[in-house]
């Protein structure tokens, strides 16, 4: 589809193991961005990545954290270790423009993780 | 620390009657709104946005109002469509220099056949 891609769209894991939450963005968009949402809360912005570097990596919760992304294509969240409070829907959102200020984010359906 | 609140979670509106959902922000170099939409099992889908420079955006039935100096804006649907039913996020960004868009927590509106 021409839509953002995410895989898989749900994950049940446990306690301790590691996850890898992948995200396919619209052909073309050079921003990608990765937002968790737990529940009763807001999006939580994770990371941000324009082409294959992250200029801004201030939303990533602890060193279990990490995100990779080849080139203007593919991006990869790993979650090491994994604890219930990760336990969230993870979105990821691209973008045509750099920074979101001024442009809209289309979002994929996310992917439910649930932590036991 | 939430910079931007929505302190309704949920709101229910007979269709066709005005459906008025509120955002209040605290940074006040936000200067870029957005409102975006939410299904169920679906990502959020983008809406409507609106400059600082402006204090009213319209396209359609729907109209984003901005009061910078109270810190607020509001998404106003009339007449509301059962469609509309979903959860509405309000969410800010500093145009120049900011990467991410800080979101609130929601509000669920449900319109009333």
């Known amino acids: 589809g021409a839509g953002v891609s995410q895989s898989p769209s749900n994950k049940v894991t446990e306690k301790g193991k590691d996850v890898e939450l992948r995200c396919d963005p619209i052909s073309g968009h050079t921003a990608l961005y990765w937002y968790r949402q737990r529940l009763g809360q807001g999006l939580e912005f994770l990371i941000y990545f324009q082409g294959n570097s992250a200029p801004d990596k201030s939303g990533l919760p602890s060193d279990r954290f990490s995100a990779e992304r080849t080139g203007e294509s593919v991006s990869t969240l790993t979650i090491q270790r994994t604890q219930q409070e990760d336990s969230a829907v993870y979105l990821c959102a691209s973008s045509t423009k750099q920074g979101s200020g001024t442009g809209e984010l289309f979002f994929g359906e996310g992917s439910r993780l649930t932590v036991l | 620390d939430q910079q931007v609140k929505q302190n309704s979670p949920s709101l229910s509106v007979q269709e066709g009657r005005i459906s008025i959902l509120n955002c209040d922000y605290t940074n006040s170099m936000f200067d870029y709104f957005l409102w975006y939409k939410k299904y169920p099992a679906e990502g959020p889908t983008f809406l409507i946005s609106?400059?600082?420079?402006?204090d009213k955006n319209e396209d359609g039935r729907f109209t984003v109002f901005l009061n910078k100096s109270a810190k607020h804006l509001s998404l106003h649907i009339v007449p509301s469509q059962p469609g509309d039913s979903a959860v509405y996020f309000c969410?800010?960004?500093?145009?120049?220099?900011?990467?991410?868009?800080?979101f609130g927590t929601g509000t669920r509106l449900t319109v009333i056949p």
């Open positions: 609106i400059s600082s420079i402006k």
């Open positions: 969410a800010a960004s500093a145009a120049t220099g900011a990467n991410n868009l800080f």
